[in-house]
């Protein structure tokens, strides 16, 4: 089945520079990869998805490239502030509903 | 603005005990799924209902069944629950691939 592989699970950095998260994916099927935030005490939300027929999309300080021959999809966020910190999880799925999970990234950002 | 409820917040269980955690969405979605979260482990599917009355495991169902009587609920129980499933239970229903979470019940077993 489809497995989601995600490092780091921690990244601490400080405020103003740039994050990266990378996730693998096995299935080569999988067409939809979106990453969800949660914060602490909180709920997930998603953030900011991509689809199979796209390179790269961008939603102000963030966003996520994706590489289908290599099978791996990353998030970028720029410009990074103390209200980025939280957990990221990404995630890979085919024509469903049903998401895959990667483990989750921490990432803290120090003023 | 959709909304996703679940029962409890915080629930503590004795081991053997038979334990519901229910979660309610108001926007007539298809689709629900229960997860649980467990540190360095992420969100794992537990199972997952596409319509009323149907019910398809996911990848960790051992010790769990599910019931959907109505499109609104989507229950989860553990049978007979044991000290492994303490943890953080996440409901969630979707739409069009985004997924609505509800605010977690952290159930701890004794």
């Known amino acids: 089945g489809e497995n989601v592989e995600q490092h780091p699970s921690t990244l601490s950095v400080q405020e103003g520079d740039s994050a990266v998260i990378k996730c693998t994916y096995s299935d080569s099927a999988s067409n939809y990869f979106p990453w969800y935030k949660q914060e602490l005490g909180k709920r997930p939300q998603l953030i900011i998805d991509?689809?199979?027929?796209?390179g790269e999309k961008k939603d102000q300080r963030i966003a996520v490239t994706l590489n289908k021959t290599a099978k791996h999809f990353s998030l970028h966020i720029t410009e990074t502030q103390p209200e980025d910190s939280a957990v990221y999880f990404c995630?890979?799925?085919?024509?469903?509903?049903?998401?895959?999970f990667g483990t989750g990234t921490r990432l803290q950002v120090f003023p | 603005d959709v909304k996703v409820t679940q029962s409890s917040r915080y629930l503590v269980k004795r081991t053997g005990e038979k334990v519901f955690l229910e979660c309610v969405q108001d926007m007539d979605h298809e689709n629900m799924f229960w997860y649980r979260q467990d540190p360095g482990l992420g969100l794992r599917l537990i199972y997952f209902s596409y319509d009323v009355k149907m019910k398809e495991k996911g990848d960790i169902p051992e010790g769990y069944s599910v019931s959907r009587e109505k499109k609104e609920r989507f229950s989860l129980i553990l049978e007979s629950a044991s000290t492994n499933q303490t943890s953080m239970y996440l409901c969630a229903s979707s739409f069009l691939n985004e997924q609505f979470f509800g605010p977690g019940t952290r159930l701890t077993v004794l």
């Open positions: 991509i689809r199979s027929n796209v």
């Open positions: 995630a890979a799925s085919y024509n469903t509903d049903k998401l895959i």
